[in-house]
């Protein structure tokens, strides 16, 4: 009976903290399907210790402390995890860039708004929290070691203080206080191509990008790029910087997308799309998925992650349209 009331209480708030854990375990993992995967094991090791949990401290704060066990356990490459940009300077729209291939645990990987954002009335708070899932942030965490990496997540993000951020990594709030000097003084000495707030776009805007994209009509397409819009196309490290090189590669190696349509969907704080190609054996196959990022008028970037059988079924969309 006493097992049963301890567990009881816990399983009945592990659901209610999933949001929560997965933002966090995306940040620290910058991997969409790892960040799940962490919380699910989270949960498990919960409801095995979930008779043990004496209650000293919140489940909030004692699930989070098993949720940075679980990563550091899975933060063993010394291969981190980024964006094209932040490997080598952008390159021409060549078909010769699409040979270099990065391995799957070397770029950071979408994760769909809601898994990890919550619904607010307060558009200042959507806006951070948008900012804080932004690809190109979390890329940007993936450069500090770990500790420095929690410090930055649990206080600039998560609003933590040193105090109870000391308690979860179990050490001085002192520590925590350095760590986090260190991790910003990191991300302010490496600004990235992609660096600058991102904006909800005009719904108009919005609608033209869908519109030229799937008529394909390039001359449309570029009047709704900022003339300095980046694009990467993981798993190639080639990407792009600005309107002729991207317009370029799509009249060249990536005309292949003519004929594309695009589902909306919601991606890093962002618009996204399931963009479908015909497909040769009748109705249209999966090609990427677009996550765009606004600037006030024009699109900023465009990041295109190709893996579509692993993140298509993450986000709910088919794998075939007819």
Known sequence: MTT?????????????????????CYRMLGSGSEAEDAVQETFVRAWKAADRFEGRA???????????????????????RSLSFDLGPARTPDAAGLADILPEDQWVSPIADDRVL??????????????????????????????????????DVL???AAETAELLETSAASVNSALQRARATLAEAPSPASGPCLEPDPELLARYVDAFER??????AAVLHHDVIQ?????????????????????????????????????????????KPDPA?????????????RPDRVAALHFFL????????????LHLD
Request: neutral net charge.
């Open 232 to 276: 990467t196309m993981p798993p190639y490290a080639m990407w792009l910087r600005g309107v002729d090189d991207v317009r370029s590669f799509y009249l060249g190696p990536g005309a292949g997308c003519a004929g594309s349509r695009l589902i909306t969907g919601r991606a890093n704080g962002c618009p996204a799309f399931a963009q479908y």
């Open 216 to 221: 394909y009509d390039m001359d449309a397409l």
């Open 307 to 318: 893996d579509t059988a692993e993140c298509f079924p993450r986000f709910g969309f088919p």
């Open 58 to 80: 919140s489940v909030k704060n004692w699930l989070y402390r098993i949720a940075h066990n679980v990563f550091i356990d899975m933060h063993r490459s010394p291969q981190r």
């Open 4 to 24: 049963m009331t301890a567990v009881t209480p816990v399983a009945d708030q592990l659901e209610t903290h999933r949001r929560d854990l997965t933002g966090y």
């Open 159 to 161: 609003a933590w203080s």
């Open 118 to 155: 919550h619904p607010a009335d307060d558009p200042g708070a959507v806006a951070e929290a948008r900012e804080s899932v932004r690809l190109a942030f979390v890329s940007a965490l993936q450069r500090l070691p770990a500790r420095q990496r929690a410090a930055l997540v649990l206080c």
């Open 282 to 294: 009748g109705g249209l196959s999966p090609w990427a998925l677009q996550v765009v990022e606004f």
